[in-house]
């Protein structure tokens, strides 16, 4: 179980750097438009990633699912307060780990 969870913080990492490389080197990535496009895309795709492998996993489980949503919504009010997408794919992934221990799933 701990293995999924040290995939999703690695993918949080990846979306938060993604987030913060176009920002520490702007006038550099400004030169090169495709570096720039790719980042943004990217970090699309693994936000997209880190959602579809929180909240399905086969065999179906209302116990995940119910701890996924929760988590997600620990997720949309940390943005909400804090506007930060990295710190709130953290809150999410560290609520998940948290209810999944205590529903010992």
């Known amino acids: 179980m701990i293995e999924y969870y040290i995939a999703i913080i690695l993918v949080a990492i990846g979306t938060y750097l993604t987030r913060f490389l176009p920002i520490r080197f702007s006038e550099k990535f ?6 720039d496009e790719y980042l943004t895309y990217s ?3 693994l936000i997209s990633a880190l959602l579809a492998t929180s909240l399905v996993s086969l065999p179906v489980n209302p116990k995940n699912i119910c701890v996924s ?12 307060k ?5 710190i709130s794919v953290v809150i999410g992934v560290a609520s998940h780990l948290l209810l ?6």
């Open 30 to 35: 400004r030169r090169l438009k495709s570096i």
């Open 43 to 45: 970090s699309i795709a």
């Open 69 to 80: 949503i929760t988590a997600l919504v620990f997720v949309f009010l940390s943005y909400k």
């Open 82 to 86: 804090w506007e930060n997408l990295g």
């Open 100 to 105: 999944s221990l205590v529903i010992k799933i």
